[in-house]
């Protein structure tokens, strides 16, 4: 008995000796406070319930991952760039108009890309449209597919999509296809070896490229994108799953948008795919770019559209940049929608000045849950935010999974972004700026119909909330800077 006690002592000694080193190592490696004390004190306070999620979860500085990343793009921007980008001006004349120049300067130094005129841009609104808009794009490609999601199944949805690349890689067509090898983990072999088989280039995208990072989860490709002949391309936040179809209850139906984009701007967004695709592979894909169609002076310049890429070897932390700029350059309202709210210092403080300001601010988030703890801190952050004026709405069908930026009557975002430490700092994500108070006006009226089926919250909400389920919430908040 007292043999055993010892070994007893030793392990909790040894573990609680463990738990002080790795709180050290957050210290020194966490990139924010928050998230440097929020594990140092789990791991001091409970090693034995933090050590093995920190050794999954807990760097978010790889070993050279960022540097060796960062130069890597910086060679490709100057050796593969799109033309676009020296034959056509940055179309900073409109924008500058309907956002401000000191706005237009930050955002395109930011995103590292210009403002590009002569676009077409539509809003698809649900998986249903979303999906019938890329599998008709992919089956009338003539060149050249590019392919990249977060998440495929190999459900219904994924085999529908890997016969239709299958398909246009046997008429000669080149398919590129790149999914991200965290968010995928279960997509099975043999699916990718079918991909393969049939002369569809398919990578896995991984961070883990040194051994000291093989157990590291963080810094996820999450962008979804496809593109097309470099004549049409598809942003948003749908993933390959039948839940993004709405097929999975208790989360259906699905409510999530994408966007198709036609112009200059597809140039933008397949070159985030090609930094991507060789990071995952050390080679270029092979794009044969076509001309640039000249304007129709009927249609004049058509919607002018910004591409911000953002990511952790990005020299600036951009995605929480963009988010601030474009909170602050809202003058009559700013609307949100994301499936998380949990904002860093800088954004909730942005979102809280707006609303002194006078701005209309809502945020849209779901009623339904898929992750507990997110979802408990989100309720906090709703709770604090309507303290400082910010209007909350809680979609009611089903699960709210759309990345949707409103400002005021002349822009609009839609991407891959949430609103929440993970997109902001760890995640890679893509965002479509687009200037345009046509398209705008189309957002508002998508997003009016989204708030007529939501319920906007009050503070009874925490109010009522039990003790136990207050003291939870409290608890999730202080992991929010590594959710």
Known sequence: MQFDLLHIGTLVALCHILGVVAACHAILNTRTSQGAIAWAVSLVAMPYLTLVPYLFLGRSKFAGYADARRVENELLRTRAHPPEWDTQASSERLPTQELGGRLVHSLTRLGGMPFLPGNSVRTLVNGAATFEAIFQAIEGARRYVIVQFFI????????????????????????????????????????????????????????????????????????????????????GGHNVGVEYLGGKPPLSPWRDTHIEVRGPAVASIQFVFTEDWHWATQQLPEFDMPPAAAADPAAGQGMHCLVVPSGPADKQETCSLFFVEAINAARERIWITSPYLIPDEAVFSALRLAALRGVDVRILIPSRRDHLVVFAASKLYAYDSLRAGIRIFRYQPGFLHQKVVLIDSVAAAIGSANLDNRSFRLNFEIMVLTVDRGFAKEVEMMLLADFAESREIDRNEYRQAGALKRVLMHVARLFSPIL
């Open 152 to 235: 495929v199944r190999d459900d219904a949805l994924g085999e529908m999509l890997k016969d239709a690349l299958i398909a246009k890689a046997q008429q000669g067509v080149r398919v590129y296809f790149l999914y991200d090898s965290i968010g995928s983990f279960d997509l099975p072999h043999r699916y990718v070896a079918a991909l393969r088989a049939a002369g569809v280039e398919t990578h896995p995208f991984a961070t883990h490229r040194r051994f000291v990072n093989r157990l590291q989860v963080n810094f996820r490709n999450h962008r979804k994108i496809v593109s097309v002949d470099g004549e049409r391309a598809f942003v």
